[in-house]
């Protein structure tokens, strides 16, 4: 892979080689991950039928508006996800670790990911080195709370909301140690929308927060092969947060710096 000083050309040549044979859910890490999200191991394997993406950073925020951006940033935005070209800001997670579904990482044709990946190598077509794909991630792959709600305006008698009470992922002492928190409170709470086939969960930290979009007809497919039918309901979801039930052994690990760190998942007893 071509040294271009960031993980989102590598994120997409890989993409590109793969795009014929794409595993069902890809994840999307970076090399010094666990200085990141602690939880990481666990969030990529744990998969619920039906998502379509999902956050693997649990940093979760407000992404400024597009400001001082140059043209191959605004040419991405703008074919990609028009719709937030008028937002002063949109919620989305950070820190350049998801996972995506092949049929969602295919809504993009080959010829988009190798013209992006063209603007990356280019070291002049983008204001920041990685052309802002960081906070681009979700919406480029579907998993927007505005791109939700705007496409339903004209008919928000189909779209739920709701805020399911204390349920959020559970936060433990070494996530306050975890880069990119600057002091982040935890957030208790995780708000959904369901609009057709389509829901969005979501939470604002940098501690615990969550972006994680699914989708009921894809979700009845996967479970009907795996043979156990149903699809998964909001509430449903929020029980397995609350009985979330995995922590890491940290003990022996030196935060940044990665080569130090082990990994040992441990299953409590309730």
């Not at 890809?26 to 090399?31: A, E």
């Not at 074919?79 to 579904?101: I, N, Q, V």
Request: net charge negative; charged share 20%; glycine share 8%.
């Amino acid at each position: 892979v071509n040294n271009c000083g960031t993980q989102e050309y590598a994120y997409f040549q890989f993409i590109l080689d793969h795009y014929e044979t794409m595993s069902p859910m890809v994840s999307f890490i970076q090399g010094g991950s666990l200085t990141e999200n602690p939880h990481i191991i666990y969030d990529m394997m744990v998969h619920i039928p039906g998502t379509t993406y999902k956050s693997l950073s649990r940093y979760v925020k407000d992404a400024w508006h597009f400001q001082g951006l140059k043209e191959a940033e605004v040419e991405i935005m703008r074919h990609s996800f028009p719709h937030l070209e008028s937002k002063t800001t949109y919620l989305t997670d950070w820190r350049g670790m998801f996972a995506a579904s092949r049929e969602q990482i295919k809504v993009h044709s080959q010829e988009d990911y190798l013209d992006i990946n063209k603007k990356l190598c280019s070291g002049v077509s983008c204001g920041f080195i990685n052309c802002n794909m960081e906070t681009f991630f979700a919406p480029f792959f579907g998993c927007d709370v505005h791109h939700l709600h705007d496409a339903n305006n004209d008919n928000r008698q189909q779209c739920e909301f709701g805020v399911s009470r204390g349920i959020a992922p559970s936060v433990f002492a070494e996530d306050h140690l975890k880069d990119g928190n600057n002091g982040g409170t935890k957030t208790n709470d995780t708000s959904w929308s369901r609009c057709g086939n389509k829901t969005v969960y979501y939470s604002a930290s940098t501690l615990n927060g969550m972006l994680l979009c699914m989708n009921a007809s894809s979700a009845k497919r996967e479970s009907s092969v795996r043979g156990r039918g149903g699809i998964l309901t909001a509430s449903s979801y929020s029980e397995m947060l609350l009985n979330e039930n995995w922590r890491p052994d940290l003990s022996n690990l030196t935060y940044k710096k990665p080569s130090q760190w082990s990994y040992i998942p441990q299953h409590i007893d309730n």
